[in-house]
Structures are given as structure tokens and as C-alpha cells.
């Protein structure tokens, strides 16, 4: 059963544009998310993470949103690059555990 | 930025083959991981260690082994590979405390002919 989904598989955006990547959970005792980025071949890249006590997270193009009581999770990237072009990854985690529960990804593909 | 580094980062090797995939980290991490990934799917953890001579079996089923005898070093050893092992496998580390991050290697792509 998986604790963290990413329902879309894929995703197409006009460079310049607003991506956003959405992800759902179903443990209500995850108390900290995080996005990775990651091309082929290589290993995933942080991106920005966000705690439960926070509904909103900034880092420059990349906001993540958090809605606990939908157990929801979204990413935004503004404005969108063709160098923003790969899969993103949700994983979330609670205090005190080693997991990591990773989502199947979602591949973002930016058009230029 | 994360300083993790996996060798080699391709590996095509027979049936049978003992393999040692090295992962190395510089930050002084506690915590390591092993994951295994396929195209299109989640991560899946299948080893991790909480220090030196720390280690202990992930979430997902592995025919591998691992062992932390350094604190910067976690290698991970398929004794007989086959092609079932063929997958993605990455290393990753994090700090102790509240809201730690996974800074992961470049991964290990592995083709088991």
C-alpha cells in the first residue's frame, strides 16, 4: 500500500509558465516532506523540504505548499525552465524513524 | 553542497559475479542509506545504518550486504548476481536531528547480463 503518491506520472509546461507537481499521503503521522529532483542516471537532488507546523515554504522559483488536513502536498516552480526539465520525487518522513517514503515520481518536461 | 560519492557509476557484469558497490561520504554523516530504484518507481530503502558497525535491513526484501566499519564508508556486496539485480542503486546520508535531509551519491546503474 503506497503511503505517498504522485498520481500523475507526467507533466508538460510552456517554458515561462507555472509547473505545478502534486502529491498525496495517507500517514497522518508524517511530519516533514521534502521534493528532490533528479535527470538519468544520476542521484536525486534536494530541492526544498517543508515541516507540518509550516503550510508554505519558499526558495527562490520553487514554493511548496502543504495542506494537512488533505493530506496534500504541492510543488510550484515559477517561472518554469527547460532546465527544470526531469523527475521530481515527494518523500515524506516522521521524527524519530530512518524512512523515507518516496512517491513514483513525476516526470516534468518544460517546453521551450 | 553534498559531498557523496558512488563508484563505479556504470557496472555491466555476468551471472554469478560477487560485485562491491562503494559509496563514500565526507560530511561526517551518522546516517547512511542504501536505495534501489527502477524506472518509473519509487525508491525503496534497502539498507540503512545509524553509525560504524550499525546496520540494518530496509523495507524492501535485498540478496545484498552491507557493512560500516568507517564512519565515512558503506559499501553494499551482492555475493551472485543476476539479471533481477539489474537496477539504479543509490547511496545517500544524513545528519542526526529533527528535519534531516538524504543527500544521495550518483548512483550505481547495473546491468546483470
Known amino acids: 500500500d503506497q503511503q505517498v503518491k504522485q498520481n500523475s506520472p507526467s507533466l508538460s509546461v510552456q517554458e515561462g509558465r507555472i509547473s505545478i507537481l502534486n502529491c498525496d499521503y495517507t500517514?497522518?503521522?508524517?511530519?516533514?516532506f521534502l521534493w528532490y529532483k533528479k535527470y538519468p542516471a544520476e542521484g536525486p537532488t534536494f530541492l526544498i523540504s517543508?515541516?507540518?507546523?509550516?503550510d508554505k515554504n519558499e526558495d527562490g522559483r520553487f514554493t511548496v505548499f502543504l495542506n494537512k488536513s488533505a493530506k496534500h502536498l504541492s510543488l510550484h516552480i515559477v517561472p518554469s525552465q527547460p532546465g527544470d526539465s526531469a523527475v521530481y520525487f515527494c518523500?515524506?518522513?516522521?521524527?524519530?524513524?530512518?524512512?523515507?517514503?518516496f512517491g513514483t515520481g513525476t516526470r516534468l518536461k518544460v517546453l521551450a | 553542497e553534498a559531498d557523496i560519492y558512488q563508484t563505479p557509476r556504470y557496472l555491466v557484469i555476468g551471472t554469478g559475479k560477487k560485485i562491491t558497490l562503494e559509496c563514500s561520504q565526507t560530511?561526517?554523516?551518522?546516517?547512511m542509506y542504501w536505495y534501489q530504484q527502477d524506472p518509473g518507481m519509487e525508491l525503496h530503502l534497502i539498507h540503512y545504518?545509524?553509525?560504524?558497525?550499525?546496520?540494518e535491513k530496509g523495507d524492501l526484501s535485498s540478496e545484498s550486504t552491507v557493512s560500516r566499519i568507517r564512519t565515512e564508508h558503506f559499501p553494499l556486496t551482492l555475493e551472485s548476481a543476476r539479471p533481477s539485480h539489474t537496477s539504479q542503486y543509490l547511496c545517500?546520508?544524513?545528519?542526526?536531528?529533527?528535519?534531516?535531509?538524504?543527500?544521495f551519491g550518483s548512483g550505481t546503474q547495473l546491468s546483470v547480463l
Open positions: 518523500a515524506a518522513s516522521y521524527a524519530g524513524t530512518y524512512k523515507y517514503i
Open positions: 517543508i515541516s507540518s507546523i509550516k
Open positions: 500517514n497522518s503521522m508524517f511530519d516533514y
Open positions: 545517500a546520508s544524513s545528519e542526526r536531528g529533527l528535519e534531516e535531509k538524504l543527500f
Open positions: 560530511m561526517g554523516h551518522d546516517k
Open positions: 545504518s545509524y553509525g560504524v558497525n550499525s546496520t
